[in-house]
């Protein structure tokens, strides 16, 4: 070999070992993309153990996990009207292994608390996992019988209304009636849906805004007794139990969502993971009749469809806390 063909092997074989070179570092992150998830998800909650979003969010969970082929841990950050789990989601890694649950409460909270961040432009939304209508309930040894009753005690003295963290679809709810209904009202904020049921089971408030999810349990048993619920029209449910309006109180409705949500700037492929076997796992007719058997419709989209919805109740519920002369926290 002379020495005209040695410089030109030398030349070849040096490119091969750049050109390796240059792709070592892509590779790995290849290969990461390609085996999301590669470590245990950790789901954030921002409500207590035992309400609706806590238990629909284990099941679904329990289903991911076994498609996904890793863990799915619920972690319960409940308080501050979510700002506590949005801000612990915040500064988790934006790898997709740590997600959030938004709910129309952190809709409501856009208008209703002065956030150092934004839920729409901060976050990625993947998928709704469900909706819901809430229950106006009282304790079975309530005076209170039915909706009328309790606007007629209204007139007589201050009624307390009971509901989880403010902030809380439920919480915002109960606000929302004491507006429509023009009551003196107190709204009583608690830190879980147990110590809202404890509080009307004893008749410490009148009347408590709470799912039908967390409280199945105290409704079947005869614990607690339902008056109304929120939507615009009986729950499959509850076909017995009049909604506000029809019981009375018009101009009132609320439906609730949940939703899985990730950080602003997680990898698009683990968004396609999510949102592919979320779409799966809801269509699972064990999962679709466990959650209406729980009092919740089990309803997947698109991440596009999902910031539609968020815009949407994000303007609807300004509106009201504005009509209502509710302050900004």
């Known amino acids: 070999m002379n ?20 792709l070592t570092p892509i590779m790995p992150a290849a290969w990461a993309q390609a085996t999301y998830p590669s470590q245990p998800i950790k789901i954030i909650v921002p409500f207590g153990p035992g ?36 801000k612990a989601l915040l500064a988790a890694p934006k790898d997709g292994h740590t997600l959030i ?3 129309n409460g952190t809709a409501i909270g ?39 009753s ?42 879980n849906t147990p110590e809202v049921l404890t509080a009307t089971i004893r008749n410490d408030v009148d009347v408590s805004f709470e799912s039908y999810t967390a409280l199945k349990g105290a409704v079947q048993s005869g614990q607690i007794r339902v008056l109304a619920t929120t939507g615009p ?10 909604t506000v309006m029809e019981a009375g109180l018009a101009g009132y409705e609320v439906t609730g969502w949940n939703s899985l949500y990730g950080p602003a700037g997680m990898p698009a492929s683990a968004v396609a993971t999510l949102n592919k076997h979320i779409q799966e796992v809801m269509a ?7 959650l209406i058997e729980l009092g919740t419709g089990p309803r997947a989209s698109t991440p596009e469809e999902m910031a539609a919805v968020f815009k949407r109740d994000t303007a609807k519920w ?8 509710i302050k900004a926290q």
């Not at 063909?5 to 750049?18: E, P, T």
């Not at 300004?318 to 002369?325: F, H, R």
């Open 3 to 22: 020495a005209a063909q040695f410089a030109d092997l030398f030349k070849r074989n040096l490119c091969k070992v750049l050109l390796l070179g240059a």
């Open 51 to 86: 309400g609706l979003a806590d238990i629909t969010m284990r099941f679904v969970g329990q289903k991911l996990a076994e498609r996904l082929g890793q863990q799915v841990v619920v972690d319960n950050r409940p308080g501050a009207g979510g700002i506590v789990a949005a």
């Open 101 to 103: 649950v938004f709910s």
């Open 110 to 148: 856009k208008s209703l608390f002065k956030l150092d961040y934004d839920p729409e432009t901060d976050f990625t939304p993947i998928s709704s996992v469900a909706y819901f209508d809430l229950i106006l309930v009282t304790g079975k040894d309530s005076a209170v019988t039915d909706l009328k």
């Open 150 to 191: 309790l606007l007629e005690l209204s007139r007589q003295r201050s009624l307390n209304l009971g509901s989880i963290n403010p902030g809380s679809t439920q919480n915002l709810s109960a606000a929302l009636f004491k507006s429509v209904a023009k009551i003196n009202a107190t709204v009583v904020p608690f830190k």
């Open 233 to 242: 029209t009986r729950a499959p449910w509850l076909p017995n139990v009049p």
């Open 284 to 290: 699972l007719p064990e999962v679709r009749n466990r």
């Open 318 to 325: 300004a509106q009201i806390i504005q009509q209502a002369n």
